[in-house]
């Protein structure tokens, strides 16, 4: 049976998603800047198009000419996240009409809804500091961490996946589940900064970069994050070849090694006969890999590139689903008994 609020939980998920794709279409464009202010696009609530509005425009941000295309790709993605953190909030007020009810996810709803704020606030950086990678990155992290809370709130309200008993055979499944799930964040962290250093084409060719195995690399230069100061615009990335060559090949080890962990997992979930489990994660994990590939040798086409982005958080989903699966049964308190009780039980013996 489902709890109170989980179609609009299910309706947040949705939402969060589509944001998360329009968030990676976006940056993919170049349309981070398409707005040079926050949270209106020069000064308006939408994007200038009459004469009027355009010289204005022209007026307030002499140094950056409106290009209607990525100022309407910049503005949509706002509108959808704004409507997202109405929603959100609107969970957030509904919980407290439920907190009464068992175990409902009062502390994950005010959880969403500080998270969405502070997503609002790198929205805002991300614009005000020019596209600093560092932020831009959180910012994508923090789209990806609520669209998991989303996931864990909609399940928790279902009322499905019921925890499974404890077995030794479920708690070693249970850890490498647990690993999994860090390596594909890391992974996931590691395209963020990938893709904010603009270095997914830094290698056009596989399995080699460059026809080397090993080619020149600046891992100091690519992995400083005090290297790249606040100020100047990031708008098609600042890094030298090296630099960026060194993150886009961290990122193809990262590769590897969530291949091999998300299918050994999967493999594991096979044998302890949980196929759909099995099947989904293996699903998600071959549409990534090939869309990853298709990347590099055909040079980030926009619609392969979103779609990384896309699977990339579905293949997080489908190890949170797992994970949320093979989860310790919660304990079940007896309740207190008074001393009364307890001399007679006492007396009974």
Known sequence: MHKPGYRWAVIGLVLCFVVV???????????????PDW????????????????????????????????????????YAAGLLGL???????????????????????????????CQALFGMWTVTLKLWPQVVTAHLLGGFTTLSLLLLLSLRLSG?????PASPGIARLRNL????????????MLGGWTSTNYAAVACIDLPTCHGEWWPEMDFATGFNLLHQEVGPNYLGGMLEGPGRTAIHFTHRIGAVITTLMALTLAWQLWR???PLLASLVTLMLTVQVALGVTNVL????????????????????????????????????RPMQSNSSRRTLAGSV
């Not at 409902?104 to 005010?110: G, K």
């Not at 589940?177 to 996931?188: D, E, H, K, P, S």
Request: charged letters at 15%; aromatic letters at 8%.
């Open 177 to 188: 589940a647990r690993l999994t799930l860090l390596v594909v964040i890391g992974q996931i």
């Open 87 to 117: 929603l959100i909030l609107g969970l957030a007020l509904y919980s407290l009409k439920q907190r009464h009810q068992p175990d409902y996810p009062v502390a994950l709803c005010f959880g969403l809804l500080g998270l969405v704020i």
């Open 272 to 274: 302890s006969r949980y």
């Open 39 to 78: 949270p209106g696009c020069y000064g308006f609530l939408s994007v200038p198009q009459s004469d009027g509005a355009l010289e204005t425009a022209q007026m307030r941000f002499p140094d950056d000419p409106v290009e209607a295309f990525k100022a309407w790709a910049e503005m949509i993605h706002r």
């Open 160 to 164: 499905r996946l019921q925890a499974l």
């Open 21 to 35: 794709i329009l968030g990676a279409y976006t940056r993919l464009v170049h349309a981070g800047l398409g707005c």
């Open 298 to 333: 055909a040079h980030l086409p926009l619609p392969v590139a979103v779609a990384h982005n896309g699977v990339a958080a579905l293949l997080l989903l489908s190890v949170i689903s797992v994970n949320y699966r093979l989860r310790a049964p919660t304990s079940v308190r």
